[in-house]
């Protein structure tokens, strides 16, 4: 007599819900999480103090840079579709030990996203509230809504959070979109010309443009994400690199275009007004709409769609740990639905704990700056080490499948480039309280390299678990239709 067959809840406690999103969710996500409004309206200021007149080209550039990188990614997601990214990646490439490094360094940067995000969504809508109504509303009481509205949304599911995501995403996108064609229809302040892609007349030399390129690829970052849906994702061998080079082409030609009309909009002659002004966007409304409460309200919806993708993604790396026993193996549990619901519940009370405590300590731009330091620097050496990883990964494992080009030289080419933004994060170091970002990066490195050689010694057999399985041919289309639920763009 045959044992009876596990309850479906049961089974699947270990397991994300497959088929649940498409490549429009995925892309969704990806673009989502890299906030273009709110990057465009941070990063613009420091980017063009560095690039100048050429900021548009400095933002070519990292477009490049950025692409590259995404082919990394994509190779690694065709053989290894993966919830946990960077962590399943290195472990194919360098073994258990360099995975779980990775893994636990890409912990540290994605848990970074939610306090950062939540402190400045917290304080620009108290700002907001108190532009328009008079009505003081503290920074850290609306942190709390949020948390809890978006604790609501992605406790629903990835479909759900890609449908919040791209509702904002589309608000925040067509509104930057009419405000920059409004700029170059008019003719911006003196004309349009071709100065701005033209290095010999922005004078700032290549030193200039690699400052306006660290900035640049700092926009960027959370593109990478789209590879936290491969166990999610239908077709996820397909779907995922779709999604990658499908989100940095679109959202860096997007970015490339906001540099362009910033420019413009200030004129090629009044480069140091633009320089000067902390906030380009909201100058730029008021000059050519008349308005400018309608930017603070794009921001906001950037904010809003970037902590509901990043805050996805971050949950699904500690239940890739969780799950993998390098953290609590209760973070990789799922509910019958599929849904991470202890890591989410986890993630979220610690993200607010920061956000709350930090926030009272050096104030909430002071979180926002701190957390995003260390998740810049964090990221560019995890694309590194990914760049690496996938060189080993083909020449060992996939030999006949390897290309010089693809897995080797384009690579290598990439983390050069990613040693740019890493020098300008760290050289000269960065003042108090974003001086807290290296050391804490530091002392993360050296704690993890411990804690991974102290499983080694004393439980080898765990980090087996963090070993996944490589797609074999056709088991994607083999899945069983039961396992799917309706993908956002279906």
Known sequence: MSAPKAPRDTAQRSSLRTGSIGV????????????????????????????????????LMALVACLLVANTISQFARKVPSAGFALS????????????????????????????LLSAIGYFTSDFIVTLTRVDIPWWVLSILYAAVIWFINSRGIAESARAALIFLVIEVGVLLGL?????????????SAAPFMPSAGGVGVSGLSVGMLWGILYFIGFESAATLGEEARQ?????????????????????????????????????????????LVTLSTRYWGISWIISLTILASQFANVVAGSNAAVRIMFSLGRARILPSGLGRTDRNGIPQAALWIYMAFSLAVTLIVGAIIGPLGVYGLAGTVLGIVMVIVYILMNFGVTRFYRRDHRAEFSWL?????????????????????VPLPPMPNLIAPCLIGAWIVGSLIYVASINRR????????????ASPGAEAARSDEDRVPALDE
């Open 24 to 59: 429009v969710g995925a892309v969704a996500m990806c673009m989502a999480f890299m906030g273009p409004a709110t990057s465009i309206a941070f990063n613009t200021q420091p980017a063009v103090g560095g690039a100048a007149l050429n900021l548009p080209l400095s933002m």
């Open 89 to 116: 990646f290195n472990a194919r490439a360098f073994g258990p030990k360099g995975g779980t490094f990775t893994g636990l360094l890409l912990l540290l940067g994605y848990v970074m996203v939610a306090p950062m």
């Open 180 to 192: 920059f064609g409004t700029i170059l229809g008019h003719g911006g302040d003196s004309g349009l």
């Open 236 to 280: 996820p061998s397909k779907t995922i690199p779709r999604a990658l080079f499908t989100g940095v082409i679109v959202i860096g030609l997007f970015y490339v275009l906001a540099c362009y009309a910033i420019v413009t909009g200030f004129g090629t002659e009044h480069i140091g007004k633009l320089q000067a002004d902390a906030t380009p």
């Open 406 to 426: 693809k897995h080797a030289i384009i690579p290598s080419v990439g983390s050069l480039i990613m040693l740019v933004p890493l020098y300008g994060q760290l």
């Open 459 to 470: 439980s080898p057999e765990r980090l087996a678990h963090v070993m996944p399985q490589e």
